[in-house]
T-cell receptor, first 117, second 111 residues
Framework: DGGITQSPKYLFRKEGQNVTLSCEQN?????MYWYRQDPGQGLRLIYY???????QKGDIAEGYSVSREKKESFPLTVTSAQKNPTAFYLC????????????????FGDGTRLSIL | QKEVEQNSGPLSVPEGAIASLNCTYS??????FFWYRQYSGKSPELIMFIYSNGDKEDGRFTAQLNKASQYVSLLIRDSQPSDSATYLC???????????FGKGTRLHILP
């Protein structure tokens, strides 16, 4: 079955530590995204990538980094510079807008819950 | 700042009735709109998407788009307790693959 796999489901970060959240998709989608969701809030875009070896900052990129070395994978690193990392992190993918005249729906993984120890 | 606005709710609807969820967006140039359902503790799942003015129906769900009023709605007919969730409205911005999400409306179907 095609889908998006995020791991781990739960992650704990110690102060000063960098942690990496994994996102893998087998939907053959070129575009991938990372969002952060805080309780009672909508989704805020951290980073997105429309093609391999390229990515752009979203609205809240500070304290985060990404890489896109393979089409299937878009890992997110939460660095020690992110002072309030506790949140629900969601990875999504889609067919890029450029293939069609309209934005295509994004499909989400099951998410990773990150907490501070 | 481009925005998508939703009433946070909760919206309480009796079982079997029609639930009506509303959303407004600030960017007049937006062309693509999406409704996602999110159960507590879970990730969002796509319910409907709509690109053209008017109605789009899929089973018990109908999405309505009025670009002149910058207004999108989702109707759920014959509401079931399993429809109780938070519904997120999203609109694309600038055709650059980014979409902006509203904060969601909590829907509670009363048995």
């Amino acid at each position: 079955d095609g889908g998006i796999t995020q791991s781990p489901k739960y992650l704990f970060r110690k102060e000063g530590q960098n942690v990496t959240l994994s996102c893998e998709q087998n939907l053959n989608h070129d575009a991938m995204y990372w969002y952060r969701q805080d309780p009672g809030q909508g989704l805020r875009l951290i980073y997105y990538s429309q093609i391999v070896n390229d990515f752009q900052k979203g609205d809240i990129a500070e304290g985060y980094s990404v890489s896109r070395e393979k089409k299937e994978s878009f890992p997110l690193t939460v660095t020690s510079a992110q002072k309030n990392p506790t949140a629900f992190y969601l990875c999504a993918s889609s067919i890029p807008t450029g293939y069609y005249h309209s934005n295509q729906p994004q499909h989400f993984g099951d998410g990773t819950r990150l907490s501070i120890l | 700042q481009k925005e998508v606005e939703q009433n946070s709710g909760p919206l309480s609807v009796p079982e079997g009735a029609i639930a009506s969820l509303n959303c407004t967006y600030s960017d007049r140039g937006s062309q693509s709109f999406f409704w996602y359902r999110q159960y507590s503790g879970k990730s969002p799942e796509l319910i409907m998407f709509i690109y053209s003015n008017g109605d789009k129906e899929d089973g018990r769900f109908t999405a309505q788009l009025n670009k002149a009023s910058q207004y999108v709605s989702l109707l759920i007919r014959d509401s079931q307790p399993s429809d109780s969730a938070t519904y997120l409205c999203a609109a694309e911005m600038n055709r650059d693959d980014k979409i902006i999400f509203g904060k969601g409306t909590r829907l509670h179907i009363l048995p």
